[in-house]
């Protein structure tokens, strides 16, 4: 199976614009997490999404949001860009899930978003 | 409440030592606990996962990790150092509510 992937890989975005990143999860894997990974706050939880709906939301302005497409893809916006979001944004694909149980979360390689 | 503590922000190991790495976790709930590594420029891999089952867990590449409820840890050991093994470790818990929590990482450098 391939894995997850991420684009693109790298960016390079001017403050005050938008930016949408894209995820395609492991084949059948129906949840898929963003998170925001930076040397200061290490990783930090974005949201989830299942099934197209937004199950889990970290603690982020507004100006991040995300959604989920019937494929399972996933796209992630950030708009009005800050010097502060530069980082490295990693999707993660878990295993179908009906709603309970824990399931192991596997990795895209990132996109570095560097905002100027 | 779900937490996890990394006690260490980086450990130096020479090659063909043992590993350690720890991890104390907080839940509120009986948790699922997880090792992931990050090496250079590459996304995170799952090293190994606690689920309730055996207290003991094995991972890839030699790396085992024993959950101890009473003292709340979940340390990630491996025998021997492998050069390859020099990277970023990560401890994570999780609810049943599939979101995870990560702790700030270890740097792991193996010296030759």
């Known amino acids: 199976k391939a894995g997850v992937t991420q684009t693109p890989r790298y960016l390079i975005k001017t403050r005050g614009q938008q930016v949408t990143l894209s995820c395609s999860p492991i084949?059948?894997?129906?949840?898929v997490s963003w998170y925001q990974q930076t040397p200061g706050q290490g990783l930090q939880f974005l949201f989830e999404?299942?099934?197209?709906?937004?199950?889990n939301k970290g603690n982020f302005p507004g100006r991040f949001s995300g959604r989920q497409f019937s494929n399972s893809r996933s796209e992630m916006n950030v708009s009005t860009l800050e010097l502060g979001d530069s980082a490295l944004y990693l999707c993660?694909?878990?295993?179908?899930?009906?709603?309970?149980?824990?399931?192991?979360?596997?990795f895209g390689p990132g996109t570095r978003l560097t905002v100027t | 409440a779900q937490s996890v503590t990394q006690l260490d922000s980086h450990v130096s190991v020479s090659e063909g030592t043992p590993v350690l790495l720890r991890c104390n976790y907080s839940?509120?709930?009986?948790?699922?606990l997880f090792w992931y590594v990050q090496h250079p420029n590459k996304g995170l891999q799952l090293l190994l996962k606690?689920?309730?089952?055996?207290?003991l867990v094995k991972g890839i590449n030699g790396f085992e990790a024993e959950f101890k409820k009473s003292e709340t840890s979940f340390h990630l050991t491996k025998p021997s150092a492998h050069m390859s093994d020099a990277a970023e470790y990560f401890c994570?818990?999780?609810?049943?509510?599939?979101?995870?929590?990560f702790g700030t990482g270890t740097s792991l450098t193996v010296i030759p």
């Open positions: 993660a694909s878990s295993s179908p899930s009906t709603g309970g149980g824990v399931y192991e979360q596997y």
């Open positions: 994570v818990v999780s609810n049943t509510g599939n979101q995870f929590y």
């Open positions: 084949s059948g894997h129906r949840s």
């Open positions: 839940s509120s709930y009986s948790p699922s």
């Open positions: 999404y299942f099934s197209e709906t937004q199950r």
């Open positions: 606690y689920t309730s089952a055996a207290t």
